[in-house]
């Protein structure tokens, strides 16, 4: 498969000075980075956004992610590899990439699960990686932008 076009082209120059500032914001809530990482992974498999799950996991396994944590990420809701936190982290990142698949797209008690875990600034931080890894997601998507050729 070829790109469609490279992204950032100079039309969107702004943009990704624009996605930056998004994610210093968000990886300056509080939340534990690792957390923040599983989000962005399990988000962007959903997508099947190549680019981003090379890069999730990259950055998984620079911070010394086991490969259990990161190759179980797809299934984690049946493995011990994640704590209560990540847990209810990566719940949110499901119902919240997948809006459309049911009427109620975010459930209360996917919330509160998460709510329990996490103050108002991390829950924001959470809430904004999601978003943002979304936007990734779909201009990858749409342009066709390929994951490097080898590790």
Not at 2 to 17: C, G, I, Y
Not at 70 to 81: D, F, G, I, K, Q
Not at 121 to 141: D, K, P, Q, Y
């Amino acid at each position: 498969m070829q790109a469609r076009m490279e992204f950032p082209n100079e039309m969107l120059a702004d943009t990704a000075k624009a996605i930056n500032l998004l994610y210093k914001t968000a990886h300056s809530s509080g939340v534990d980075p690792k957390v923040l990482e599983l989000v962005h992974l399990r988000a962007s498999q959903i997508n099947g956004c190549g680019p981003c799950v090379d890069a999730g996991a990259r950055a998984m396994r620079k911070a010394g992610e086991s490969d259990e944590r990161m190759l179980s990420v797809p299934a984690w809701r049946e493995t011990p590899y994640y704590s209560e936190p990540e847990r209810a982290a990566l719940n949110l990142a499901e119902y919240a990439t997948r809006l459309a698949d049911r009427p109620d797209a975010v459930p209360d008690e996917v919330w509160d699960e998460a709510a329990k875990h996490f103050d108002v600034n991390e829950l924001s931080g959470v809430i904004l990686w999601i978003a943002v890894t979304n936007l990734f997601n779909r201009l990858n998507v749409t342009t066709r932008t390929q994951a490097p050729q080898a590790w």
